[in-house]
């Protein structure tokens, strides 16, 4: 109990009494006097009428001047020693009629007593008057002749001071109230300790209990409904504490498992650490978690694949083999009864230990279930987590339980983030390096390794083969039974290869129906021997299409020799690749070797188009086409695409047939200047307002200068930023990924728009969205070229145009071959639309 409240309580009792005291004084001294002037006036007039009378009845005997004058020290003699002093007046009848004598002065009082002939009292200045008229009665009238009846003839005054009997009454009570106020004072402090005494006991309980609070236990035990403080409103506010207790029990946490939620978010920062090893990172997270509460194992819930879930268990001991039983036990009871597992039961189990230096044993085991915390994900994505339960002891604590849930929740966050950024990551490496569809190595890898083992063939002088494998009438098969289908073949194919090769040799997939195969250590008859078996294998292949129907293709192969037929990797390939377009046109399905003459003829033709690039670039024959693109929504051609050909005694060469050459001997970067001015002086002199789509070469982008080079093009020739639109195509692989970005960005802030090509075709189409701001989609034409027949091209196009709605950028139709796609484009929404239907290159704006 403060000081304060006890010295408040006793200092307001004091106060109480101190002014009870003080009013009964002021009371009973008002009454005090008030019977003193009472008993003054009551004794004033006894004394009056004892005059009167005895003054009468010496009038009565008829008196004389000697009389009046003895009567008159009579009474001065009488009341000498009294508070009295009485004096009588005469009235001018009796002055009249026995003369004046010696007598006090009449002040206005008398005079009006005289004239009135009424008693008069009057208490004036603590003086009180007592005016007794003497009137003339008739036995008056024998004397008094010349008075009637009723006359006045005198006034008897009689003066008492009550001052001086107030005054000596009031110390009377004086030395009442001073014997009286010890008492007051006692009854004061004894009321007070009474009254604080009951309070001040009550308040130290109270005061006791909280002092005892020092754990959430001891807050639950907490109670203080037998604390009476004897005062309705003071026994309010000990109610609504309780209250408030009460509620607060239900929510309270120790202080311990906060610090420990926070040092826990301190550890849920991803790094590459936590991604690369993040089994590591939960192994270490539960051996934290044990520092503040006993968890047994910590479990995450993995969607995997359709119908296939990974489940981990994290145990914080080595766990006895009877234990991971009944723990596997419960894991598919809880799968069956749940359904969070969408009425699959196709998982794994891994289990992990923490501290094999600890074990759990069945005891500790037994009711698992009844102390397990668990949060599942209404809908898990695949490769997401479905959800994540610990098994604790405080999990059936109603209190702490809410601080799990808390944890849960921020480790599904983390775990699943850390997960899916470990895929996203490994997806990335991998697919980096291979091709999504099939799961073989990309053009980019072929490359390199095709150097590489080169370079290794060099170094210890050993012969390598090169095949070059195209699926003959692939194209039919993909157009009639549509993309899904055509992939699957196309999967079917590879496994196919695969399994036909040497476990030594490198299978890659070069691009569309196109695949590679190195074959170290492999002279011409041993790659002559592969050839013509995986030929004959091929040949064998059958798939069963969508209609029911068995459909099968063939293969042709062309072989290149280290460093029989060439000594660099771009000879090779450019000699294996043109043996195997030789094979097609001598009817498919076979292997070409290259002998002297083809090796030649390769190089003369490889020098004629050389030739033909120089006198191109050197002459400005290379010429600017624009294909149209028109707007679904008006009808009107508002951009148009620009096209390099190369234009030489009147054919026009397109630019398939040149562009690795180009690439190859490093002109490109030049043509696509050259094409890009062409295009522009073609834009002043036809006054075309529209839009222009310009295709970055990858090549092109690694020259130093080419962003820099366009932009003053743009500036020489007066051409608005908001009609150029660079295109990236999809399908073109750039091994310094920073340098595109970088390009790209640097031109987007000068004011240029940019469209992703051929999106959809590769495995970066979503991460060159991410990274770079796109205006337009191109969604690659093999989608849409079965859009009416293929059901999942159609719902693929369909989601790469609901993607485009959400981040706001225009989409573009390839291949619009006829009028059914059109209408089936219009009504799903595509922007614009972009085929030899809608318009076919030509040198003009104006077809």
């Known amino acids: 109990m403060p000081k304060t409240l006890k010295n ?86 009796v002055k009249q009629l026995f003369g004046a004598v010696k007598e006090e002065k009449k002040d206005t009082l008398i005079d009006y007593a005289l004239q009135s002939g009424k008693k008069e009292i009057v208490n004036s200045n603590g003086e009180l008057r007592n005016l007794l008229p003497l009137n003339a009665k008739d036995e008056c009238l024998r004397c008094h002749i010349n008075a009637h009846v009723g006359d006045t003839l005198g006034v008897i005054e009689v003066k008492q001071n009550l001052v001086s009997i107030i005054q000596e009454t009031f110390l009377e009570y004086i030395y009442f109230f001073l014997i009286a106020l010890p008492l007051f004072g006692a009854a004061a402090f004894f009321a007070s300790r009474y009254t604080t005494s009951k309070i001040t006991n009550s308040l130290k309980l109270f005061n006791d209990k909280v002092q005892n609070i020092n754990s959430v236990q001891d807050f639950k035990e907490f109670d203080s409904t037998e604390i009476n403080l004897h005062f309705n409103e003071l026994n309010q506010i000990i109610s609504n504490v309780n209250l408030l207790a009460q509620k607060l029990k239900a929510v309270a946490v120790d202080k311990d498992l906060l610090e420990f939620e926070i040092q826990l978010l301190d550890k849920f920062i991803i790094t590459s650490d936590i991604v690369r090893d993040w089994r590591d990172f939960i192994s270490e997270l539960l051996a934290d978690i044990n520092n503040v509460m006993m968890t047994y194992t910590l479990m995450t819930i993995f969607r995997v694949g359709d119908d296939q879930f990974e489940v981990d268990i994290f145990w914080f001991g080595t766990p006895e083999a009877n ?36 074990c759990i044993d069945l005891p500790q085991f037994d009711n698992f279930a009844h102390r397990t915390k668990s949060l599942f994900l209404d809908t898990p994505k695949i490769g997401g987590i479905v959800g994540l339960s610990v098994q604790s002891e405080i999990a059936v604590d109603p209190v702490k339980h809410i601080v799990i849930d808390s944890i849960l929740t921020t480790m599904v966050n983390l775990v699943g983030s850390v997960k899916a950024i470990n895929k996203y990551t490994n997806d990335l490496e991998y697919y980096a390096a291979h091709d999504p569809l099939t799961g073989l190595f990309n053009q980019r890898i072929f490359a390199d390794l095709l150097e590489y083992e080169t370079k290794r063939a060099a170094r210890h002088q050993y012969r390598f083969a090169l095949l070059v494998v195209d699926c003959d009438n692939f194209k039919p098969i993909n157009d009639r039974y549509g993309h899904a ?93 043109s043996m195997m377009y030789r094979v097609k046109e001598e009817g ?240 799903m929404g595509v922007d614009y639309l972009q085929g030899f239907h809608i318009g076919k290159p030509n040198s003009s704006f104006s077809n």
């Open 588 to 827: 498919k399905n076979g292997v070409k070797l290259p002998s002297q003459e083809d090796i030649l003829s390769i190089v003369k033709e490889q020098k004629a188009k050389s030739a033909l690039l120089v006198d191109a670039i050197s002459n400005n024959r290379i010429v600017a086409y624009f294909q149209p693109l028109q707007n679904t929504q008006t009808g009107e051609v508002e951009i148009h695409e620009l096209l390099m050909r190369i234009e030489i005694d009147g054919k026009v060469i397109p630019a398939y047939e040149f562009i690795e050459v180009a690439e190859s001997m490093s002109m490109i970067n030049r043509m696509d200047l050259m094409v890009i001015e062409n295009a522009f002086i073609k834009i002043q002199r036809e006054k075309y307002q529209g839009i222009l789509f310009i295709n970055l070469s990858p090549k092109s982008l690694i020259v130093g200068n080419y962003a820099e080079s366009i932009t003053n093009l743009i500036k020489k020739y007066d051409i608005s930023k908001d009609n150029i639109v660079f295109e990236i195509t999809e399908r073109e692989t750039v091994k310094n990924f920073s340098i595109l970005e970088k390009f790209v960005l640097n031109l987007k802030m000068q004011g240029y728009k940019f469209a992703i090509d051929d999106f959809g075709s590769g495995f970066s189409s979503f991460h060159y969205i991410k990274k770079f701001p796109i205006d337009y989609l191109k969604i690659d034409g093999e989608f849409i070229v079965n859009i009416n027949t293929d059901k999942q091209d159609r719902a693929f196009v369909n989601s790469i145009l609901t993607l485009a709605r959400e981040l706001n950028v225009k989409t573009v139709a390839e291949y619009v071959e006829n009028e059914e796609i059109v209408v089936t484009l219009k009504e």
């Open 485 to 577: 289908f055509g992939d699957s073949f196309l999967q079917e194919f590879a496994r196919l290869l695969s399994s036909h090769k040497r476990d030594e040799d490198i299978l890659s997939r070069y691009g569309g129906d196109e695949f590679t195969i190195i074959l170290p250590e492999c002279d011409i008859a041993g790659a002559f021997a592969v050839s013509s078996k995986i030929v004959q294998a091929i040949e064998e292949f059958r798939l069963l299409a969508p209609d029911g129907k068995y459909v099968s293709v063939t293969a042709s192969i062309g072989v290149s020799i280290y460093p029989d037929h060439a000594q660099t990797e771009k000879e090779l390939f450019l000699i294996a690749d």
């Open 8 to 93: 408040f309580i006793f200092s307001i009792n004091i106060i109480l009494l101190s002014s009870l005291f003080v009013i009964v004084f002021i009371f009973t001294t008002y009454l005090h006097t008030a019977l003193a002037e009472k008993n003054a006036i009551k004794h004033a007039n006894a004394v009056s009428s004892q005059v009167f009378t005895s003054m009468y009845q010496v009038m009565k005997r008829g008196w004389s001047r000697d009389d009046l004058n003895d009567f008159m020290f009579s009474l001065k003699e009488n009341f000498n020693d009294s508070n009295y002093v009485i004096t009588i007046y005469r009235s001018d009848l």
């Open 323 to 358: 234990v991971k039983e009944r723990y596997e036990e419960y894991v598919k009871t809880q799968i069956v009864q749940t359904d969070h597992f969408l009425g699959h039961s196709d998982y794994t189990v891994r289990h992990n230990v923490t501290d094999y230096n600890k």
